[in-house]
């Protein structure tokens, strides 16, 4: 086990180097890195928003748009292929799925079905399949009626076509912003995720992703007036559209449309040379600028309507035709007004409207002081483990600090090289790492004395201690590798960021721990020969104990009955404080931009807004604020729609540092995803544990874990700390943690009931506690050092999630040792259950020794 060849000591610190290059770009910064030689690295790990400020927006595309357009168009064609084969029809109107025609001949049924065959026939799908799939069917109802019903592949079909028509529409108007390594990707079968960071005005980047963006050019009726319609009804093939002006002006317009966006080529935003008035300037296509002027030269003298998304921007009078195939927008707008509609039209129209479901905006200046909050906790949290370690271990701590380092760097050299990207979760991911990455390092070296204690040299108590840990060090792991790959694939946003620092963390971890750590025990002992265990190793405090746990089991079990009753019907009657997350709504956090914040006046002003119940409270420092705003009764467009009325009216005393919006439909599905994301997680580490165990084992497990869970939820309903992803993530960190300890008492039991078949089951359990006391304290001392650096370092934005974090790990260990331990005694595991192999693997043992010695004497 001690010993390495040289290909493996030079793969594990090539390794390490490899790590140490791959992150050292991180402490640059981009101008730094620009002026260093080309050969040097220069990728760096991407930064969440919450980090560098930017925002998140989760887009949905209206379905009913989508219905609506396929519903006019199969009645447009429908009416056009009737025309076409000359046949008459009484009444031709759409609703829902369905289009019905009544033909006036019945004579011409047939004729009209084959006239109408042609929307019927199969459309191709584009894929490498050559699949296709069917839009319309065509019924005869009797009577003259043919129903015309558009089917639900179909519609799904050209769902499908138009998010990734609109994801190519929102690329180019997010590129036109000039921002930097913009994400934009398709999630699920309707939505789209934004990801802009370092943006610092939101508001533009979601007025441009809401606009459809589809410019018409109409005629205005002139057969009567706007007022006089609206009062009576519109003339057959016109409607009444209003202006952008408040209060808005009416318009009587000709439905036809003349010339559309579509035909355009360019768009510009310009001054008009005249009155110096910002306008767009815009140029057709051949076709398009031959249909521009064909109307105009048809229609002088007649005013025309320039409409934007059901919009009258403009209605100027044609004074003569504009044969040039270019012309200008003028409608009172502002520089940046000019500029966003010329970016608009450059980009397309979108096929549909698309909603804002979820918003999470940060400011630049909050993720700075995100950055400086959690680099700051970071360094105290390893400070006070790496001073632990070497206080209590010496010259072994000091080698665990190297792993600890290296592990750090490992850390950070995946993350870069994967392209994972970096939230404040995940920056708290690697301080419990820390934390928790000392473990192994405890396992192993509590083994190592262990061994030597009971006689062992130290070549052969450093051999053994290695080896016995490796097992406990993998099971404990797993555990919460487990939860890590649950958060990742159930989470969103800064949670899977968390999931996958910890995951990496844990990988690292073992490599550093077991690996890197075991080549510089061996080369200790090939330099050095040492004879005895190093003197500054201080833990054999916990040597003399003999702390009878399982005599006051009883006590325990009803504490432990009751406290966890208290908190069901806690949670079932009082309930906790859910975030927005799971129940919808905004949370808004504020800055005073001069002065303390004013909490009073801020209420005075929102609860004449309109948006129902809102909550007002300081956060952090007298300058900060939070704001929460219920879920608006109208939708999800409606929440975006109260956050705008907030931001207009605080805008000018505070500054907007983050904003979170979250939808009811969004809200319903992280509820939903969160539940299974516990109980897929309980699951897996249930069937994992009942294989590597026996099934009293991974019942035990499984009930200290509940207690550990329950009692946390109880936690959340006292403290009324708000309950949200981030919760979530603390609450299976928790579960990991919690089973980690478990496992590692588990395994002891586990040797033990192997080696003292005849002793009692509790005197044996008390044994096996006492035995791994040292490692149990000196690990949850690690993390909770570290989990309060976090706590009191790291900002208020985590800091919910450490206090979970901190209540975990306490009750933890506890359930560890007296709610996991003594469930054993209450399923009865016997000695005899463990030691089968053993007793046939020392029988046969036993037969070929004496079949030898038979042997022997026969011969002799």
Same mark, same amino acid.
């Given at each position: 086990?001690?010993?390495?060849?040289?290909?493996?000591?030079?793969?594990?610190?090539?390794?390490?180097?490899?790590?140490?290059?791959?992150?050292?770009?991180?402490?640059?910064?981009?101008?730094?890195?620009?002026?260093?030689?080309?050969?040097?690295?220069?990728?760096?790990?991407?930064?969440?928003?919450?980090?560098?400020?930017?925002?998140?927006?989760?887009?949905?595309?209206?379905?009913?748009?989508?219905?609506?357009?396929?519903?006019?168009?199969?009645?447009?064609?429908?009416?056009?292929?009737?025309?076409?084969?000359?046949?008459?029809?009484?009444?031709?109107?759409?609703?829902?799925?369905?289009?019905?025609?009544?033909?006036?001949?019945?004579?011409?049924?047939?004729?009209?079905?084959?006239?109408?065959?042609?929307?019927?026939?199969?459309?191709?799908?584009?894929?490498?399949?050559?699949?296709?799939?069917?839009?319309?069917?065509?019924?005869?109802?009797?009577?003259?009626?043919?129903?015309?019903?558009?089917?639900?592949?179909?519609?799904?079909?050209?769902?499908?076509?138009?998010?990734?028509?609109?994801?190519?529409?929102?690329?180019?108007?997010?590129?036109?912003?000039?921002?930097?390594?913009?994400?934009?990707?398709? !999630?699920?079968?309707?939505?789209?995720?934004?990801?802009?960071?370092?943006?610092?005005?939101?508001?533009?980047?979601?007025?441009?992703?809401?606009?459809?963006?589809?410019?018409?050019?109409?005629?205005?009726?002139?057969?009567?007036?706007?007022?006089?319609?609206? $009062?009576?009804?519109?003339?057959?093939?016109?409607?009444?559209?209003?202006?952008?002006?408040?209060?808005?002006?009416?318009?009587?317009?000709? $439905?036809?449309?003349?010339?559309?966006?579509?035909?355009?080529?360019?768009?510009?935003?310009?001054?008009?040379?005249?009155?110096?008035?910002?306008?767009?300037?815009?140029?057709?296509?051949?076709?398009?600028? !031959?249909?521009?002027?064909?109307?105009?030269?048809?229609?002088?003298?007649?005013?025309?309507?320039?409409?934007?998304?059901?919009?009258?921007?403009?209605?100027?009078?044609?004074?003569?035709?504009?044969?040039?195939?270019?012309?200008?927008?003028?409608?009172?707008?502002?520089?940046?007004?000019?500029?966003?509609?010329?970016?608009?039209?450059?980009?397309?129209?979108?096929?549909?409207?698309?909603?804002?479901?979820?918003?999470?905006?940060?400011?630049?200046?909050?993720?700075?002081?995100?950055?400086?909050?959690?680099?700051?906790?970071?360094?105290?949290?390893?400070?006070?483990?790496?001073?632990?370690?070497?206080?209590?271990?010496?010259?072994?701590?000091?080698?665990?600090?190297?792993?600890?380092?290296?592990?750090?760097?490992?850390?950070?050299?995946?993350?870069?090289?994967?392209?994972?990207?970096?939230?404040?979760?995940?920056?708290?991911?690697?301080?419990?790492?820390?934390?928790?990455?000392?473990?192994?390092? #405890?396992?192993?070296?509590?083994?190592?004395?262990?061994?030597? $204690?009971?006689?062992?040299?130290?070549?052969?108590?450093?051999?053994?201690?290695?080896?016995?840990?490796?097992?406990?060090?993998?099971?404990?792991?797993?555990?919460?590798?487990?939860?890590?790959?649950?958060?990742?694939?159930?989470?969103?946003?800064?949670?899977?960021?968390?999931? #996958?620092?910890?995951?990496?963390?844990?990988?690292?971890?073992?490599?550093?721990?077991?690996?890197?750590?075991?080549?510089?025990?061996?080369?200790?002992?090939?330099?050095?020969?040492?004879?005895?265990?190093?003197?500054?190793?201080?833990?054999?405090?916990?040597?003399?104990?003999?702390?009878?746990?399982?005599?006051?089991?009883?006590?325990?079990?009803?504490?432990?009955?009751?406290?966890?009753?208290?908190?069901?019907?806690?949670?079932?009657?009082?309930?906790?404080?859910?975030?927005?997350?799971?129940?919808?709504?905004?949370?808004?956090?504020?800055?005073?931009?001069?002065?303390?914040?004013?909490?009073?006046?801020?209420?005075?002003?929102?609860?004449?807004?309109?948006?129902?119940?809102?909550?007002?409270?300081?956060?952090?420092?007298?300058?900060?604020?939070?704001?929460?705003?219920?879920?608006?009764?109208?939708?999800?467009?409606?929440?975006?729609?109260?956050?705008?009325?907030?931001?207009?009216?605080?805008?000018?005393?505070?500054?907007?540092?983050?904003?979170?919006?979250?939808?009811?439909?969004?809200?319903?599905?992280?509820?939903?995803?969160?539940?299974?994301?516990?109980?897929?997680?309980?699951?897996?580490?249930?069937?994992?544990?009942?294989?590597?165990?026996?099934?009293?084992?991974?019942?035990?497990?499984?009930?200290?874990?509940?207690?550990?869970?329950?009692?946390?939820?109880?936690?959340?309903?006292?403290?009324?700390?708000?309950?949200?992803?981030?919760?979530?993530?603390?609450?299976?960190?928790?579960?990991?943690?919690?089973?980690?300890?478990?496992?590692?008492?588990?395994?002891?039991?586990?040797?033990?009931?192997?080696?003292?078949?005849?002793?009692?089951?509790?005197?044996?359990?008390?044994?096996?506690?006492?035995?791994?006391?040292?490692?149990?304290?000196?690990?949850?001392?690690?993390?909770?050092?570290?989990?309060?650096?976090?706590?009191?370092?790291?900002?208020?934005?985590?800091?919910?999630?450490?206090?979970?974090?901190?209540?975990?790990?306490?009750?933890?260990?506890?359930?560890?040792?007296?709610?996991?331990?003594?469930?054993?005694?209450?399923?009865?595991?016997?000695?005899?259950?463990?030691?089968?192999?053993?007793?046939?693997?020392? $029988?046969?043992?036993?037969?070929?020794?004496?079949?030898?010695?038979?042997?022997?004497?026969?011969?002799?």
């Amino acid at each position: 086990m001690l010993y390495f060849s040289r290909w493996k000591t030079i793969l594990i610190w090539l390794t390490v180097l490899a790590s140490v290059l791959i992150a050292l770009p991180n402490l640059f910064s981009k101008q730094q890195l620009q002026e260093l030689p080309k050969w040097f690295p220069a990728k760096q790990i991407t930064l969440g928003l919450d980090l560098q400020g930017g925002s998140h927006i989760m887009l949905q595309i209206d379905h009913k748009d989508i219905l609506k357009d396929r519903l006019q168009s199969t009645i447009s064609d429908v009416r056009s292929s009737l025309r076409d084969a000359n046949i008459a029809f009484n009444s031709l109107n759409g609703s829902g799925q369905t289009v019905e025609v009544r033909i006036a001949d019945p004579d011409k049924i047939e004729a009209a079905k084959k006239a109408l065959q042609s929307l019927t026939n199969p459309v191709s799908t584009g894929t490498f399949t050559g699949g296709s799939i069917q839009e319309v069917t065509l019924d005869d109802e009797g009577n003259g009626l043919l129903k015309l019903s558009l089917t639900d592949a179909g519609l799904s079909y050209r769902l499908s076509t138009a998010l990734s028509q609109s994801i190519e529409v929102i690329r180019r108007r997010v590129d036109e912003l000039g921002t930097t390594e913009p994400l934009i990707q398709r !999630q699920g079968n309707d939505r789209i995720i934004v990801q802009v960071p370092g943006l610092n005005d939101p508001q533009r980047l979601k007025a441009l992703l809401n606009q459809t963006a589809k410019l018409t050019f109409q005629l205005v009726d002139n057969t009567m007036s706007a007022e006089e319609a609206i $009062k009576t009804r519109p003339p057959a093939g016109s409607e009444v559209l209003y202006s952008e002006d408040d209060p808005p002006v009416p318009y009587l317009v000709e $439905k036809r449309v003349l010339v559309s966006g579509e035909d355009l080529v360019d768009a510009q935003a310009s001054f008009n040379q005249q009155t110096n008035e910002p306008v767009v300037t815009f140029r057709f296509d051949s076709r398009g600028a !031959q249909r521009f002027a064909q109307a105009t030269q048809q229609n002088v003298g007649r005013p025309f309507a320039i409409v934007l998304d059901n919009k009258v921007i403009s209605a100027p009078v044609i004074r003569e035709p504009i044969i040039g195939g270019s012309g200008q927008i003028s409608g009172n707008f502002t520089v940046q007004g000019a500029n966003d509609l010329a970016v608009l039209l450059r980009a397309g129209a979108l096929p549909a409207t698309l909603t804002v479901v979820e918003e999470r905006t940060v400011g630049p200046s909050l993720g700075a002081d995100s950055i400086r909050a959690g680099v700051t906790a970071g360094i105290i949290g390893a400070a006070l483990v790496v001073a632990l370690m070497i206080g209590l271990y010496g010259f072994f701590g000091v080698l665990a600090v190297i792993a600890l380092a290296a592990n750090v760097i490992m850390i950070l050299a995946v993350l870069t090289i994967v392209g994972s990207t970096l939230t404040l979760p995940g920056i708290a991911g690697i301080v419990l790492t820390i934390g928790m990455a000392v473990d192994s390092n #405890v396992l192993i070296y509590e083994r190592i004395r262990e061994e030597y $204690k009971s006689g062992r040299s130290l070549l052969q108590s450093i051999d053994t201690g290695f080896s016995k840990a490796l097992a406990t060090i993998v099971d404990a792991n797993i555990t919460t590798l487990i939860a890590a790959f649950v958060l990742f694939f159930l989470g969103s946003g800064p949670v899977r960021g968390f999931s #996958v620092t910890l995951a990496v963390g844990i990988i690292t971890t073992v490599f550093t721990a077991f690996t890197l750590t075991r080549w510089m025990f061996a080369e200790w002992v090939r330099r050095r020969r040492p004879k005895v265990l190093p003197k500054g190793i201080r833990t054999g405090i916990f040597d003399g104990t003999n702390i009878p746990f399982m005599g006051i089991r009883k006590y325990t079990f009803a504490v432990s009955a009751a406290l966890s009753l208290a908190a069901l019907i806690g949670f079932s009657t009082v309930g906790m404080q859910l975030g927005i997350d799971f129940t919808g709504g905004s949370i808004i956090e504020l800055r005073a931009r001069s002065g303390n914040a004013d909490l009073s006046a801020i209420r005075q002003e929102l609860n004449g807004l309109n948006v129902g119940d809102v909550q007002v409270q300081g956060f952090g420092d007298p300058r900060s604020v939070l704001v929460r705003i219920q879920t608006q009764k109208n939708g999800d467009s409606a929440d975006q729609s109260a956050v705008a009325r907030v931001r207009d009216a605080l805008d000018s005393q505070y500054e907007f540092r983050s904003t979170q919006v979250v939808g009811p439909s969004v809200s319903s599905e992280l509820t939903q995803s969160a539940t299974i994301g516990v109980l897929v997680s309980l699951a897996c580490i249930l069937v994992y544990i009942w294989i590597r165990f026996e099934w009293q084992f991974a019942v035990g497990a499984i009930i200290a874990t509940l207690h550990d869970v329950i009692l946390t939820l109880g936690l959340y309903v006292i403290s009324g700390v708000q309950f949200d992803l981030t919760s979530i993530a603390a609450l299976l960190t928790i579960v990991g943690y919690s089973l980690n300890d478990t496992v590692v008492v588990y395994d002891r039991m586990r040797e033990n009931l192997r080696r003292y078949k005849k002793m009692p089951l509790n005197v044996l359990i008390d044994s096996s506690i006492n035995n791994t006391l040292s490692r149990t304290i000196l690990t949850s001392t690690t993390t909770l050092l570290a989990l309060l650096a976090l706590f009191l370092f790291g900002g208020e934005v985590i800091r919910s999630f450490t206090f979970a974090m901190l209540f975990g790990v306490l009750v933890g260990t506890f359930s560890s040792i007296y709610i996991a331990a003594p469930v054993l005694i209450v399923f009865r595991l016997r000695p005899d259950s463990m030691g089968k192999d053993e007793d046939k693997a020392e $029988k046969a043992e036993k037969a070929g020794k004496s079949g030898k010695a038979a042997s022997g004497k026969a011969e002799a």
